[in-house]
Protein backbone atom coordinates (compact mmCIF):
# COMPACT_ATOMS: atom_id res chain seq x y z
CA UNK A 1 0.00 0.00 0.00
CA UNK A 2 0.94 3.40 -1.03
CA UNK A 3 -0.19 6.54 0.40
CA UNK A 4 0.32 9.98 -1.64
CA UNK A 5 -0.65 13.00 -0.21
CA UNK A 6 -1.22 15.71 -3.54
CA UNK A 7 -3.67 19.09 -2.91
CA UNK A 8 -4.57 18.06 0.86
CA UNK A 9 -6.31 14.53 -0.71
CA UNK A 10 -4.92 11.20 0.17
CA UNK A 11 -4.64 8.95 -2.25
CA UNK A 12 -4.03 5.30 -1.28
CA UNK A 13 -3.60 2.48 -4.05
CA UNK A 14 -1.46 -0.84 -4.29
CA UNK A 15 2.03 -0.81 -5.72
CA UNK A 16 3.07 -4.04 -7.79
CA UNK A 17 5.92 -4.64 -8.92
CA UNK A 18 5.64 -7.08 -11.47
CA UNK A 19 7.35 -10.60 -11.05
CA UNK A 20 8.44 -11.43 -14.42
CA UNK A 21 6.89 -11.21 -17.41
CA UNK A 22 3.46 -11.65 -17.52
CA UNK A 23 3.27 -14.53 -20.27
CA UNK A 24 5.23 -16.99 -18.32
CA UNK A 25 2.16 -16.50 -15.46
CA UNK A 26 -0.02 -17.44 -18.21
CA UNK A 27 -1.49 -13.88 -18.56
CA UNK A 28 -0.99 -11.88 -21.40
CA UNK A 29 -1.02 -8.02 -21.89
CA UNK A 30 -4.40 -6.42 -23.00
CA UNK A 31 -4.03 -5.39 -26.97
CA UNK A 32 -4.01 -1.51 -26.65
CA UNK A 33 -5.99 0.47 -29.57
CA UNK A 34 -4.77 3.00 -31.80
CA UNK A 35 -6.01 5.68 -29.72
CA UNK A 36 -3.74 4.52 -26.62
CA UNK A 37 -0.38 4.75 -28.72
CA UNK A 38 -1.41 7.77 -30.75
CA UNK A 39 -4.00 9.49 -28.78
CA UNK A 40 -2.68 12.58 -26.17
CA UNK A 41 -0.15 11.65 -24.09
CA UNK A 42 -0.78 14.12 -21.11
CA UNK A 43 1.50 12.65 -18.80
CA UNK A 44 3.88 15.65 -19.09
CA UNK A 45 0.52 18.30 -18.79
CA UNK A 46 -0.78 16.64 -15.33
CA UNK A 47 2.87 17.15 -13.98
CA UNK A 48 3.16 20.96 -14.62
CA UNK A 49 -0.67 20.47 -13.06
CA UNK A 50 0.97 19.23 -10.16
CA UNK A 51 -1.58 16.47 -10.44
CA UNK A 52 0.62 13.88 -9.52
CA UNK A 53 -1.51 10.89 -8.83
CA UNK A 54 -3.51 11.31 -11.97
CA UNK A 55 -0.06 11.25 -14.11
CA UNK A 56 0.79 8.20 -12.23
CA UNK A 57 -2.01 6.50 -12.77
CA UNK A 58 -1.63 7.46 -16.59
CA UNK A 59 1.79 6.21 -16.50
CA UNK A 60 0.62 2.89 -15.55
CA UNK A 61 -2.15 2.41 -17.81
CA UNK A 62 0.38 2.86 -20.55
CA UNK A 63 3.07 0.21 -19.07
CA UNK A 64 0.36 -2.50 -19.21
CA UNK A 65 0.60 -2.85 -23.05
CA UNK A 66 3.20 -4.81 -24.15
CA UNK A 67 6.67 -2.62 -25.17
CA UNK A 68 6.62 -4.02 -28.91
CA UNK A 69 3.77 -1.71 -29.11
CA UNK A 70 5.32 1.28 -28.04
CA UNK A 71 8.42 0.86 -30.69
CA UNK A 72 5.61 1.45 -32.94
CA UNK A 73 6.43 5.11 -32.93
CA UNK A 74 9.94 4.63 -32.89
CA UNK A 75 9.80 3.14 -36.13
CA UNK A 76 7.13 5.56 -37.49
CA UNK A 77 9.87 7.70 -36.91
CA UNK A 78 12.46 5.66 -38.52
CA UNK A 79 10.36 5.39 -41.14
CA UNK A 80 10.33 9.02 -41.67
CA UNK A 81 14.07 9.02 -41.53
CA UNK A 82 14.81 6.16 -44.31
CA UNK A 83 12.47 7.81 -46.41
CA UNK A 84 13.71 11.64 -46.37
CA UNK A 85 17.57 9.94 -46.60
CA UNK A 86 16.77 8.18 -49.65
CA UNK A 87 16.97 4.60 -47.77
CA UNK A 88 13.61 3.00 -49.76
CA UNK A 89 14.53 -0.72 -48.85
CA UNK A 90 15.05 0.19 -45.13
CA UNK A 91 11.88 2.29 -44.96
CA UNK A 92 9.90 -0.76 -46.85
CA UNK A 93 11.15 -3.22 -43.75
CA UNK A 94 10.34 -1.03 -41.54
CA UNK A 95 7.03 -0.51 -42.56
CA UNK A 96 6.74 -4.23 -43.13
CA UNK A 97 7.42 -4.55 -39.18
CA UNK A 98 5.03 -1.77 -37.95
CA UNK A 99 2.27 -3.83 -39.94
CA UNK A 100 3.23 -7.02 -38.38
CA UNK A 101 3.13 -5.45 -35.00
CA UNK A 102 -0.04 -3.74 -35.77
CA UNK A 103 -1.55 -6.85 -37.32
CA UNK A 104 -0.04 -9.02 -33.34
CA UNK A 105 -0.57 -6.24 -30.86
CA UNK A 106 -2.71 -3.66 -31.10
CA UNK A 107 -6.57 -3.97 -31.26
CA UNK A 108 -7.85 -2.25 -34.67
CA UNK A 109 -9.46 -2.17 -37.93
CA UNK A 110 -8.43 -0.73 -41.14
CA UNK A 111 -10.01 1.77 -41.29
CA UNK A 112 -8.78 3.41 -38.17
CA UNK A 113 -5.50 3.33 -39.37
CA UNK A 114 -6.97 5.05 -42.47
CA UNK A 115 -8.53 7.39 -40.07
CA UNK A 116 -5.33 7.71 -38.39
CA UNK A 117 -3.38 8.68 -41.85
CA UNK A 118 -6.38 11.28 -42.88
CA UNK A 119 -5.16 13.34 -39.39
CA UNK A 120 -1.84 12.93 -39.79
CA UNK A 121 -2.51 14.48 -43.69
CA UNK A 122 -4.71 17.34 -41.93
CA UNK A 123 -1.21 17.78 -39.54
CA UNK A 124 0.69 18.62 -42.42
CA UNK A 125 2.54 14.62 -41.64
CA UNK A 126 2.57 13.94 -45.16
CA UNK A 127 5.01 11.06 -44.65
CA UNK A 128 3.18 9.17 -42.03
CA UNK A 129 -0.01 9.41 -43.88
CA UNK A 130 2.23 7.85 -47.00
CA UNK A 131 2.65 5.24 -44.00
CA UNK A 132 -0.57 4.85 -42.53
CA UNK A 133 -2.50 4.91 -45.78
CA UNK A 134 -0.05 1.81 -47.01
CA UNK A 135 -0.40 0.37 -43.68
CA UNK A 136 -4.15 0.26 -43.90
CA UNK A 137 -4.38 -1.07 -47.32
CA UNK A 138 -1.74 -4.14 -46.17
CA UNK A 139 -4.26 -5.00 -43.31
CA UNK A 140 -7.38 -4.26 -45.62
CA UNK A 141 -5.62 -6.90 -47.94
CA UNK A 142 -4.68 -9.18 -45.10
CA UNK A 143 -8.52 -9.55 -43.45
CA UNK A 144 -10.73 -12.42 -44.42
CA UNK A 145 -13.36 -11.68 -47.10
CA UNK A 146 -16.16 -11.92 -44.24
CA UNK A 147 -14.60 -9.17 -42.35
CA UNK A 148 -13.85 -6.60 -45.06
CA UNK A 149 -15.31 -3.14 -44.01
CA UNK A 150 -15.23 -0.34 -46.92
CA UNK A 151 -11.78 1.59 -45.87
Known amino acids: MHIDNVDNVTH???VEQPSGPQESRGETSPKPTIQDIFGPDNIDQLLQE???Y???VASLRQREFDPAVFEFKDLV????CCMLVGEAEKAVRTRDQLTTIIERNIQTTPNEIKMLADESRREGKVMEAILFYRTAA???RNQPRASLVHV
Not at 77 to 80: A, D, E, L, T
Open 77 to 80: NHYR
Open 12 to 14: NYK
Open 50 to 52: EKY
Open 138 to 140: DLY
Open 54 to 56: EAY
